[in-house]
């Protein structure tokens, strides 16, 4: 396997991304992986680069890069929107499938970045699959629990809250920005997100695999729910006896299982 880094240029943001190609192989296919948000894309990214290298070893061809305004891709969240990321993950998919020459292009996403994969192919008719890890649901609702989790920490960290996260919501529909994690986040980001809300109803579950985890390995009450409204079907759905590795930064779990199940579906 030969892993190569490189700048992509789309409006004047270099997107830092990483090519993952595999030695030999007879597939013209690939994979991109679409990271989660904030803290969560800090905790994940050791475990995404290990499922990448798996699905390399398959031979298909895996691309990662960070959406503008995270990680290490320029750009600010004061004026980005999902909508420019839906539009970079097209980007990314074009220069991937033009420059190595590919016939299909699948996706593997990460909570809020397996919403973006899905809702995108579903926008585009895309036929290639989609693997959803762990989907966001609501947007806007996952947006409120995480501005919790970060006052929580503020807490534990500084003894005390600086601003309640209703407070903090009211100032974002003002136009004011929110630090968000070193990030400054801006009014239209937070407006993209309430606007983005029911978009889990647009993902089409032809060609899609929607994985979960728990510890237990009990599916949760909220992909239960999708479960017996038909909007998850069993054929494309698996629970599995995971720790939530997401939103973890010390998290060590041993994911032969949640690669296996991958690779089975590839």
Known sequence: MNVEQLFLNYKGNALYTTLLKPEFTDKQEGYVIVHPFAEEKKSAHRILFEIAESITQQGYYVVMFDFSGCGDSEGSLLTTTLDDWFDELG??????????SLNKVHYLGLRLGSLIAGVYCSKTEYSGRTIMLEPVINPEEYFRKTLKSKLFKELLTQGNISSKRNELIEELKENKSLDFDGHEIGASFYRSIVEHKDDFNKVKAVNTFVVT??????????????????????????????????????????????KELIINYL
């Open 91 to 100: 980007y990314v998919s074009g220069y991937f499938k033009t420059n190595y």
């Open 213 to 258: 985890a728990s510890i237990t390995g009990k599916t949760s009450k909220e992909y239960q729910r999708l479960v017996e409204a038909g909007q998850l079907k069993g054929e494309n759905f698996a629970t599995i006896k995971l720790e939530p590795f997401w939103d973890r930064i010390e998290s060590s779990p041993d994911i032969c299982g949640l």
